[in-house]
């Protein structure tokens, strides 16, 4: 069960500091609330021990210009042509200056194009939430989150657009006050670096040294991950974990090829959205528990997967886990694109049989937090004798389609999905760093289905 909300204390608001004096203002914070308070208001502050945790965070232009279909290039912070692109598009449309340039009145009109899109209702700070943008520089939104349950140093790396400046630094702390009684509140101290991504790139070789010594050090890569980044290659040689999530990418395949990729060089790698996955794996997993259905696994051949159309990386992944655990090895894949995205994939199984899969973007009337929720599916066999049939779906309508749209054996097992109950990337970070290293049931399925999507170039 998730800890109950609490109150955030803030020890030290943001404050703008030279990059070489970073660690010494930390350490002023702790030297002046190490004691008492003289009137006794508050307990004794303490800087937390537990881990350091990187955070990628491009603004938001390039997301909102995503969402609402101007651009279809990386997240990544940085202002080239493809973005230039795209806000010229933007500005035709509304009639704006065509400078190229994220102007003040550029962004408001996209950040209205996006409201409108998604249906999200008045401006506010939920705004791009549904791509993952809810960090802002100067609210501990990120911290709120991790505090509550794990506090640590956070170093906040946020790529603008605009002239290079330099880098700006601000450093912060806040004590999440838990409702049980405590001698010492145990305080989140972050660090802010903003400027270009080129700028942030030049300082990226004093970034490991704030990182805590002898402590978990984990990256949070909320952008297109790119191995050619310098700043990406350098960070992810020094921290334990490199964190990503998928509902975020632009480019779903290529860039779950790139993950592969990275893995294969060494990254540890985790992804966010592989977690969301876990409910789904635990019903299938369910349902063939019984002995004879776990005998009728064989033969299956026939698998329907049906998600919320945008992106198709949670059905990718879990038809690549459900093919790595099944071993059956990649024969054919193929896309179809209109009002359903469709991609049908074929694999051959031990026993040499042919095995079919499709997977339906399913366009939906208000997209979710999360893009690319998996909707429901369906698990059959084209032998009728056989036992398999499953439908497993996140709503009624989902298996009622499921079911009208059977095949030769109709599904014999219906269940109804739980949804995590919490499916913010916040809430599922301050899961994923409880542990680190290499995730092998995450890595094993990536494999079979780039190995899968490479069919299809």
Same mark, same amino acid.
């Given at each position: ?43 004794a ?10 955070v ?25 042509p ?14 704006l ?9 550029t ?7 996006y409201f409108?899109?998604q249906?999200?209702g ?5 705004h ?18 991790i505090?509550?349950?794990? $506090?640590? =140093?956070i170093? /906040? !790396?946020?790529? *603008? ?10 450093? +912060? &702390? ?21 400027g ?10 004093m ?20 191995s ?18 998928s ?14 990729n990275?893995?294969?060089t ?19 997993a369910?349902?063939?528990?019984? $002995?004879? =259905?776990?005998? /009728? !696994?064989k033969? *299956?051949?026939?698998i ?7 992106? +198709? &990386?949670q ?37 040499q ?6 997977l ?9 937090e ?8 369906r698990?059959t ?15 009624t ?6 079911e009208?749209?059977g ?20 809430v599922?970070?301050?899961?994923q ?25």
């Amino acid at each position: 069960m998730a800890p109950q909300a609490s109150t955030i204390f803030s020890l030290q608001a943001p404050k703008d500091v030279s990059l070489t004096e970073i660690e010494a203002e930390l350490n002023q914070i702790w030297q002046s609330y190490g004691i008492q308070g003289d009137d006794g208001g508050l307990p004794a502050a303490t800087r937390a021990t537990t881990f350091t945790l990187v955070v990628y965070e491009p603004e938001e232009t390039q997301y909102l210009l995503a969402a609402t279909g101007f651009y279809n290039g990386p997240i990544d912070g940085i202002l080239g042509p493809q973005t230039q692109t795209a806000l010229l598009a933007l500005q035709k449309k509304h009639n704006l200056p065509e400078t190229g340039i994220g102007t003040p009145e550029t962004l408001t009109v996209l950040r209205e194009e996006y409201f409108k899109k998604q249906r999200s209702g008045a401006m506010g700070d939920n705004h791009g939430a549904a791509m993952g943008y809810t960090f802002s520089p100067t609210s501990p939104t990120i911290a709120d989150e991790i505090a509550l349950r794990n $506090p640590c =140093r956070i170093i /906040a !790396l946020c790529p *603008i657009a605009g002239e290079d400046e330099g880098v700006k630094a601000q450093v +912060s &702390a806040y004590c999440p006050i838990q409702k049980q009684s405590s001698n010492t509140l145990i305080c989140c101290e972050y660090i802010t670096l903003t400027g270009t991504a080129a700028a942030l790139e030049r300082i990226g070789g004093m970034i490991p040294a704030l990182l805590i010594g002898g402590l978990p050090k984990f990256l949070w890569w909320k952008a297109t991950p790119d191995s050619h980044n310098p700043l990406f290659k350098r960070l992810a040689a020094v921290c334990n974990n490199v964190i990503v999530d998928s509902c975020n990418f632009n480019a779903p395949e290529e860039d779950l090829l790139t993950l592969e990729n990275l893995i294969e060089t060494g990254v540890p790698l985790a992804d966010l959205n592989w977690r969301r996955l876990s409910a789904w794996q635990e019903l299938t997993a369910e349902a063939y528990d019984p $002995p004879a =259905r776990r005998a /009728a !696994l064989k033969d *299956i051949d026939r698998i329907t997967i049906d998600y919320e159309k945008g992106n +198709s &990386a949670q059905a990718l992944l879990y038809l690549g886990w459900l093919a790595s655990r099944l071993e059956w090895q990649p024969l054919g894949y193929k896309k179809e694109s209109g009002d359903y995205d469709i991609t049908k994939i074929a694999f051959l199984s031990k026993d040499q049989r042919q095995v079919e899969a499709e997977l339906a973007g399913v366009p939906v009337a208000d997209i979710g937090e999360i893009v690319g929720d998996l909707i429901a599916l369906r698990l059959t066999s084209t032998n009728t004798q056989a036992n398999c049939g499953t439908v497993i779906c996140s709503e009624t309508g989902g298996c009622m389609r499921m079911e009208t749209h059977g095949g030769a054996q109709s599904a014999g097992l219906f269940q109804q999905i739980t949804s995590l109950s919490e499916q913010k990337p916040e809430v599922l970070l301050s899961q994923q760093v409880q542990r680190w290293g290499r995730e092998a049931l995450f890595e094993e399925s990536l494999a079979v289905i780039a190995k899968t999507i490479k069919l299809g170039n």
